[in-house]
């Protein structure tokens, strides 16, 4: 291991005039409030002597507070007579996230109303500046198109869209009619697309000719075509001239040199035929607080997809709230995480940001393109304060070395943040010290699309050790319990992350009804929300996360995280990804099984292969020692970059890996199938 071995130390340390600063100290300051964990508990129980505390307190305070704009006010801040499964947030109350975040940014008193809203970035290099007004002008004639269409509140509308700034009009098109936004990410193949439509059942479908990757041209038309085909339901097709193709049979395309889009004259109609032509004013529904504003598909671990179901005012005040003080927002900031609008972030990070006028950055292509600096370039060239990446990405980046970070000037950043999967320590700290310059704190972030937000989240006042997620979230009341469903929080041991109440963003229930809902969620243990992960709260106070919990490996009646043996084995020189895999032993009940893709340089052979399994036996213990170790050219990943061991595992035992819609490279499959 390197210097950066080890999670046991305090990394990083705010300065007490940053800490001051902060938006989470000035609401301590306001409330009376004197650490973290003094926090938690006022904003998630009910604190002896302290009236205002408690969820309830806290979820109602904060829409004042945030300045969340309902129309009408609520009766109640929750009803939960149906126990924390099914409570209704903000019952009584009206609402709209579109008015929220675009209309009255727009407005003509509005300070922001000409503040830019979307930097866009194409991987070509063109840039675009979109305005709240412009987005609010763009968004009313989404709205009116739907309308004309026939959409009403409740109808589902598909977003299978490249990542360009009219995406964001389309969702917030969609919201303003109290239509409910299906976005679809843009990766996906025929059958996860179709899988979703088929599921959605959308009459509305947007989507584009394509986009750039890598300097090619990625094609989504045909794809969309296909799926549609297979799924059905979708009567009108938009679509979106990113490339400057021409669609079939009309003479006036920009690039007569393209391949023609396919094209249904009876179906599909142009971005400016359909959107261009209509009014650019709309009156924005006013909408109860439960309506639902977005179905969001979880890939999931086993089974189907799962439709995520969730509410205006849920994902409303969860994105504010989670902008405001796990981010620290500040009005001249610009925020720019990576993703697309299909995965949980993109909507995310729109909603939480536009709800204070701020600016959001987005980008099309890939990383390293042209060259592994191209996130660094942006953030010099943009002054970006806030950049969001996920570990898997981060770790890509880091094997290219520390020379295509230095030369560019990072020093606009105030915060770092990350999600999706465990860190390793030595990523961590790279991604702290090259990119971070070892002051802008990560803001490691864990919950997920069933809730549009996070459980654990650290505060930017607060110090971190290399990988930790801090604790819970404001307003977030979340334990961590053994088999048993009793606590182990306070005793240091791993176990189980659960939410001991429900928050306005979680799901009211799943697409597919309440018992899939309740199945998935709620079924472990009475009244707990199982959200499948395996953590840890240290004797210092630091929250881990292990992995998933179906993935934990049990050898020997010992558990460990998946990515604590991918770790020791990434530190390697000659290591380029790394994946650990439980299967059936007869001595020890579960042993390991170890894949690695190698770096370009590095050859396989019997002596490296011990090596690796000397070295996360030495770092483990010999019962986790690799029992086998095997050089595979590939893994099978989602389009978020997850990899999926189960299908891993379901290769190595010989049995069906379940749906795999999600996985964005099926031939590595076959490179599982034939390792070396």
């Given at each position: 291991?390197d210097?950066?071995?080890?999670?046991d130390?305090v990394?990083?340390?705010?300065?007490?005039?940053?800490?001051e600063?902060t938006?989470?100290?000035?609401?301590?300051?306001?409330?009376g409030?004197?650490?973290?964990?003094?926090?938690?508990?006022?904003?998630?129980?009910?604190v002896?002597g302290?009236?205002a505390?408690?969820?309830?307190?806290?979820?109602?305070e904060?829409?004042?507070?945030?300045?969340?704009?309902?129309y009408?006010?609520?009766?109640?801040?929750?009803?939960?007579?149906?126990?924390?499964?099914?409570?209704?947030?903000?019952?009584?109350?009206?609402?709209?996230?579109?008015?929220?975040?675009?209309?009255?940014?727009?407005?003509?008193?509005?300070?922001?109303?000409?503040?830019?809203?979307?930097?866009?970035?194409?991987?070509?290099?063109?840039i675009?500046?979109?305005t709240?007004?412009?987005?609010?002008?763009?968004s009313?004639?989404?709205?009116?198109?739907?309308?004309?269409?026939?959409?009403?509140?409740?109808?589902?509308?598909?977003?299978?869209?490249?990542?360009v700034?009219?995406?964001?009009?389309?969702?917030?098109g969609?919201?303003?009619?109290?239509?409910?936004?299906?976005p679809?990410f843009?990766?996906?193949?025929?059958?996860a697309?179709?899988?979703?439509?088929?599921?959605?059942?959308?009459?509305?479908?947007?989507?584009?000719?394509?986009?750039?990757?890598?300097?090619?041209?990625?094609?989504l038309k045909?794809?969309a075509?296909?799926?549609?085909?297979d799924?059905?339901?979708?009567?009108?097709?938009?679509?979106?001239?990113?490339?400057g193709?021409?669609?079939?049979?009309?003479?006036a395309?920009?690039?007569?040199?393209?391949?023609?889009?396919?094209?249904?004259?009876?179906?599909?109609?142009t971005?400016d035929?359909?959107?261009?032509?209509?009014?650019?004013?709309?009156?924005?529904?006013?909408?109860?607080?439960?309506?639902?504003?977005m179905?969001?598909?979880?890939?999931g671990?086993?089974?189907?997809p799962?439709?995520?179901?969730?509410?205006?005012a849920?994902?409303?005040?969860q994105?504010?709230?989670?902008?405001?003080f796990?981010?620290?927002?500040k009005?001249?900031?610009?925020?720019f995480?990576?993703?697309?609008?299909?995965?949980?972030?993109?909507?995310?990070?729109?909603?939480?940001?536009?709800?204070?006028?701020?600016?959001?950055?987005?980008y099309?292509?890939?990383?390293?393109?042209?060259?592994?600096?191209?996130?660094w370039?942006?953030?010099d060239?943009?002054?970006?304060?806030q950049?969001?990446?996920?570990?898997?990405?981060?770790?890509?980046l880091?094997?290219?070395?520390?020379?295509?970070v230095?030369?560019?000037?990072?020093?606009?950043?105030r915060?770092?943040?990350?999600?999706?999967?465990?860190?390793?320590?030595?990523?961590?700290?790279?991604?702290?010290?090259?990119?971070?310059?070892?002051?802008?704190?990560?803001?490691?972030?864990?919950?997920?699309?069933?809730?549009?937000?996070?459980?654990?989240?650290?505060?930017?006042?607060?110090?971190?050790?290399?990988?930790?997620?801090?604790?819970?979230?404001?307003g977030?009341?979340?334990?961590?319990?053994?088999?048993?469903?009793?606590s182990?929080?306070e005793?240091?041991?791993?176990?189980?992350?659960?939410a001991?109440?429900?928050c306005?963003?979680?799901?009211?229930?799943?697409?597919?009804?309440?018992?899939?809902?309740?199945?998935?969620?709620?079924?472990?243990?009475?009244?707990?929300?199982?959200?499948?992960?395996?953590?840890q709260?240290?004797?210092?106070?630091?929250?881990?996360?292990?992995?998933?919990?179906?993935?934990?490996?049990?050898?020997?009646g010992?558990?460990?995280?998946?990515?604590?043996?991918?770790?020791?084995?990434?530190?390697?020189?000659?290591?380029?990804?790394?994946?650990a895999?439980?299967?059936?032993?007869?001595?020890?009940?579960?042993?390991?099984?170890?894949?690695?893709?190698?770096?370009?340089d590095a050859?396989?052979?019997?002596?490296?292969?011990?090596?690796?399994?000397?070295?996360?036996?030495?770092?483990?213990?010999?019962?986790?020692?690799?029992?086998?170790?095997?050089f595979?050219?590939?893994?099978?990943k989602?389009?978020?970059?997850k990899?999926?061991?189960?299908?891993i595992?379901?290769?190595?035992?010989?049995?069906?890996?379940?749906?795999l819609s999600s996985?964005?490279?099926?031939?590595?499959?076959?490179?599982?199938?034939?390792?070396?």
């Amino acid at each position: 291991m390197d210097e950066y071995e080890g999670i046991d130390e305090v990394v990083h340390e705010p300065s007490e005039a940053f800490a001051e600063s902060t938006n989470v100290a000035a609401f301590m300051r306001e409330y009376g409030i004197d650490d973290y964990e003094a926090l938690i508990e006022r904003t998630t129980s009910e604190v002896e002597g302290e009236p205002a505390s408690g969820v309830d307190w806290f979820w109602d305070e904060i829409v004042d507070y945030l300045d969340i704009d309902f129309y009408t006010e609520y009766d109640a801040v929750r009803d939960d007579s149906n126990g924390p499964q099914f409570s209704d947030w903000y019952p009584g109350g009206e609402v709209n996230v579109a008015h929220n975040v675009v209309d009255r940014h727009a407005a003509v008193d509005s300070a922001n109303r000409n503040r830019v809203a979307l930097l866009w970035e194409g991987e070509p290099g063109d840039i675009r500046e979109i305005t709240f007004h412009e987005l609010r002008r763009q968004s009313d004639r989404v709205a009116n198109y739907l309308t004309e269409a026939g959409i009403e509140t409740g109808d589902t509308v598909g977003l299978y869209m490249p990542m360009v700034p009219e995406v964001v009009s389309i969702l917030y098109g969609c919201l303003k009619v109290g239509a409910i936004a299906v976005p679809i990410f843009s990766g996906f193949g025929r059958e996860a697309t179709a899988t979703r439509i088929d599921d959605a059942e959308p009459e509305v479908l947007f989507t584009g000719d394509g986009f750039y990757r890598r300097g090619d041209e990625v094609r989504l038309k045909a794809t969309a075509d296909e799926a549609v085909a297979d799924a059905g339901h979708v009567e009108e097709v938009v679509v979106y001239d990113r490339l400057g193709a021409t669609p079939a049979g009309d003479e006036a395309g920009t690039d007569t040199d393209a391949d023609p889009v396919p094209w249904n004259d009876d179906r599909d109609k142009t971005w400016d035929e359909a959107v261009g032509s209509q009014p650019s004013a709309y009156e924005t529904k006013r909408l109860p607080s439960d309506q639902e504003s977005m179905l969001l598909y979880s890939s999931g671990t086993t089974g189907e997809p799962k439709g995520i179901v969730h509410t205006h005012a849920g994902v409303l005040t969860q994105c504010a709230k989670e902008i405001h003080f796990g981010f620290d927002r500040k009005p001249a900031d610009r925020f720019f995480w990576v993703s697309d609008i299909g995965w949980m972030m993109g909507p995310w990070t729109l909603i939480g940001n536009h709800a204070f006028g701020g600016t959001v950055v987005m980008y099309e292509g890939a990383p390293d393109h042209p060259e592994p600096d191209r996130f660094w370039e942006m953030i010099d060239r943009h002054g970006i304060t806030q950049f969001g990446i996920s570990p898997t990405a981060i770790r890509a980046l880091r094997k290219h070395g520390d020379e295509w970070v230095e030369g560019h000037d990072l020093s606009s950043l105030r915060i770092l943040g990350s999600t999706g999967e465990p860190w390793d320590p030595e990523s961590w700290r790279w991604f702290y010290d090259a990119v971070g310059g070892g002051e802008c704190p990560i803001v490691n972030i864990s919950g997920g699309t069933e809730i549009c937000g996070c459980f654990l989240m650290p505060m930017p006042n607060q110090p971190l050790k290399p990988c930790t997620l801090g604790g819970p979230g404001l307003g977030m009341d979340i334990d961590i319990v053994d088999e048993t469903g009793e606590s182990v929080k306070e005793s240091a041991e791993r176990g189980y992350l659960v939410a001991r109440d429900s928050c306005p963003s979680m799901t009211k229930s799943l697409w597919s009804g309440d018992e899939r809902y309740l199945e998935e969620y709620w079924s472990t243990w009475p009244d707990l929300w199982d959200h499948g992960d395996f953590a840890q709260k240290d004797e210092d106070g630091f929250w881990f996360l292990h992995g998933r919990a179906d993935d934990a490996l049990n050898v020997a009646g010992r558990k460990v995280g998946p990515a604590e043996i991918e770790g020791v084995l990434i530190d390697h020189d000659a290591v380029n990804q790394a994946a650990a895999v439980g299967v059936p032993d007869d001595t020890t009940g579960t042993a390991v099984v170890a894949y690695v893709v190698l770096e370009p340089d590095a050859d396989p052979s019997d002596d490296l292969r011990e090596e690796l399994r000397a070295l996360v036996g030495d770092e483990h213990g010999k019962p986790f020692r690799p029992r086998e170790l095997l050089f595979v050219d590939a893994f099978p990943k989602t389009q978020s970059g997850k990899i999926i061991r189960r299908a891993i595992e379901s290769v190595y035992v010989g049995e069906d890996p379940g749906d795999l819609s999600s996985m964005e490279n099926p031939e590595a499959l076959d490179s599982l199938r034939d390792p070396a």
